[in-house]
């Protein structure tokens, strides 16, 4: 059925979204490199995009392909998406390859966040959700998955992610070139490994008051993502944003504009309506919002009754309403509060809370964001491309 004009997105509205795609080779979106040769949209919702790549054999076809399905097949107003091959001609190649090494050059005014990291923001729009709580339990069981996971504590003024993943420390500094980088704080569990980056790092004590106003709060959070050593081999990057819809989260989507949005909320009509606008500005930013997580859900006794201590059905509402999947409901457990206050996350144990974050991180995994596979990749197009220009700087500084 045709939708309405103004539930549509209109052409540019799509490139924006198409900005969240990078081309993970060479490091930078698909609008800025040329790739996007058209994005259009019929009376009935159907998006047709063409796509440009540099070449016919890309082996990263299928990723690129699966980003835009996601990005732009999660907007409002989209039926479908259907994607048209073609290629670059050898100036369109030169000025893309220009384009990727000029980014690389200037990687220190963006994001020390590597191309291949998949970045979610978990994000609520009213706090007391558990929303650090999801977080630091997500972390913890994509790591159990054999993955590197890093964990930007983005809540500045109520930073409880280090007491939550039993990490503590002061982050130490590197000095490269001019500028000094922060190391994360890491944690291995099982085969994977979490990075861990805090103001909880920075501050002599945990109850130290942070009285900053919203120019400090997003400078703060800018640092963590420029001048902090994340790695290039991170598959995941988790960032705890703090509640609504501040400076800070206005920041952050400006940096990273191809993060992904877990919206947290509890099964409380009042907290649905306020989680409500989280999405909404999800998708202002031109985020894509990949799913809801009711925390909160009931309360099981010793005797198998369930009580809904918080009410029912706000998740639900909330994934309807914004026409999102629902990745899963977590039981209210005595269980998963003694092990944030203890540092042990409830989902490296056993019971029905854990039980819930595996399923949510089986879930990211396999279906809402898979992480990016390079394994089949031949190609290696950027480390020749950077290589040769790297052979050329030498052959001029030689004449």
């Known amino acids: 059925m045709p939708t309405s004009a103004a539930s549509r997105p209109t052409p540019s509205d799509l490139r924006s979204l198409l900005r969240g795609v990078i081309d993970p080779e060479l ?10 040769r058209d994005a259009t949209i019929a009376p009935d919702g159907a998006v047709l995009v063409t796509i440009a790549l540099t070449t016919s054999g890309c082996p990263l076809r299928a990723q690129i392909q699966r980003d835009i399905r996601t990005r732009v097949g999660s907007a409002p107003g989209v039926s479908s998406v ?3 091959w073609t290629e670059m001609t050898a100036d369109e190649k ?11 050059s200037q990687r220190d005014e963006q994001t020390a966040i590597g191309p291949t990291t998949r970045v979610i923001l978990v994000a609520s729009g009213k706090g007391g959700v558990g ?3 999801v977080t630091a339990n997500l972390a913890a069981a994509l790591a159990t998955r054999g993955l590197k996971v890093g964990v930007l504590d983005a809540d500045v003024w109520g930073f409880s992610i280090p007491r ?14 001019e500028r000094k980088l922060m190391e994360p704080l890491e944690r291995k569990i099982g085969t994977g490994l979490l990075r861990v980056v805090s103001m909880g790092f920075l501050v002599e004590d945990e109850e130290s008051a942070l009285m900053w106003r919203g120019l400090m709060l997003n400078r703060g959070v800018q640092h963590f993502l420029q001048d902090v050593i994340w790695g290039d081999d991170l598959d995941y990057l988790l960032i705890d944003m703090p ?48 799913g809801v997580i009711e925390n909160m859900s009931a309360f099981t006794c010793d005797h198998g009754k369930s009580y809904a201590l918080f009410g029912m059905g706000g998740g639900e509402t909330l994934a309807r309403d914004a026409g999102i999947p629902l990745l899963g409901q977590v039981p209210i ?30 879930r990211i995994v396999t ?16 480390e020749t491309a950077m290589a040769a220009f790297e052979e050329l700087d030498r052959q001029a500084a030689g004449a």
Do not use: W, Y
């Open 27 to 36: 490091g930078s979106d698909i609008v800025e490199l040329g790739m996007v």
């Open 82 to 84: 259907k994607i048209e």
């Open 94 to 104: 030169t000025g893309a390859m220009n384009k990727a090494r000029f980014n690389v």
């Open 131 to 133: 929303k650090s709580s």
């Open 164 to 177: 939550m993943l039993g990490v503590s420390g002061r982050l130490q500094g590197r000095v490269a070139g």
């Open 243 to 290: 509640p609504g819809t501040g400076d800070v989260q206005m920041g952050v989507a400006k940096m990273i504009p191809r993060a992904e949005v877990l919206v947290v909320t509890t099964p409380a009509v009042a907290a649905q309506k306020v989680a409500i606008r989280a999405v909404s500005m999800a998708r202002k930013s031109f985020l894509r919002v990949a």
């Open 333 to 362: 457990e005595n269980a998963v509060s003694e092990g944030g206050d203890i540092g042990e996350p409830v989902v490296l144990g056993e019971g029905p809370a854990a039980d819930a974050f595996r399923a949510i991180a089986d």
């Open 367 to 382: 279906e809402a964001i898979p992480p990016t596979e390079l394994a089949g990749c031949s190609a290696r197009m950027m």
